[in-house]
């Protein structure tokens, strides 16, 4: 998928490095994506094989990670970017990095799952944890979309989720201790549960940031730790 960002150089082999990072990173996203499609399904359905499927698939994106890295420092060293082309080679170094721990939370979950899967926990905590997965796999596929499309209005949405899936954690929290207090048995496989629900928080998190480098390289402005409220009016100051 092509990006459009409006930038041509005298030198069509710059524009052909950045435009193969910027699919390469897309490339990763989905590979990424699928892996935490495969692990939500491993956990909810109990099939165990796509927990594997995803731990085996794992090296392959720590690789693609390096891969990126390096051809972001390459361009640095070499190009010397200055302006969009250096907040977006900035914006993907920060955005793999946290696709990278997607996966990372994502093979958490699978292990998890086998786990939980031999434990035969309560069916009814899947309820929460499927609603708080798909609610987070939702956010990794529109930061994404942000992303291919540098589209700040998409990345301002998709960032404006993330206080929900706080809020389904902390409910879920409520409703896992409530299994452990009413059966001593129930605390192991609940405490599995507990960190599978926080590993998918943990991934909305990261897919906000994504949102965040989207915003950086279109604006210009930085608005990591700040409210969606003063993100809409930076983006607002910034375009009048």
Not at 14 to 22: S, T
Not at 55 to 78: F, G, M
Not at 172 to 184: A, G, S
Request: glycine letters at 4%; charged letters at 30%; a negative charge.
């Amino acid at each position: 998928m092509t990006i459009s960002v409006g930038t041509q150089h005298i030198s069509k082999q710059f524009d052909n490095e950045l435009e193969n990072i910027r699919e390469r990173v897309l490339a990763m996203g989905g590979m990424v994506e699928q892996q935490l499609i495969n692990a939500i399904k491993a956990l909810t359905e109990s099939e165990v094989e796509f927990a594997q499927l995803v731990i085996r698939n794992e090296p392959q994106v720590n690789a693609l990670e390096v891969s990126i890295d390096e051809d972001c420092t390459k361009i640095l060293a070499r190009r010397q970017p200055a302006a969009g082309d250096l907040r977006l080679v900035m914006a993907v170094i920060k955005t793999i990095t946290d696709l990278e721990r997607i996966g990372d939370e994502s093979e958490k979950i699978a292990k998890m799952a086998i786990d939980l899967v031999e434990k035969q926990g309560p069916k009814s905590y899947y309820v929460g944890i499927s609603a708080l997965g798909n609610h987070a796999r939702k956010m990794v596929n529109g930061s994404l979309d942000a992303f291919a499309r540098m589209d700040t209005q998409t990345a301002l949405q998709v960032a404006s989720e993330e206080p929900k899936s706080d809020e389904m954690y902390v409910a879920m929290l409520r409703q896992l201790i409530t299994y452990m207090m009413e059966d001593p048995r129930n605390i192991s496989g609940t405490i599995d549960a507990v960190w599978t629900a926080r590993a998918l928080e943990r991934i909305a998190d990261h897919a906000r940031n994504i949102c965040e480098y989207v915003i950086y390289f279109v604006e210009g402005k930085d608005v990591r730790h700040i409210s969606i409220e003063q993100m809409e009016k930076e983006i607002s100051e910034n375009k009048k």
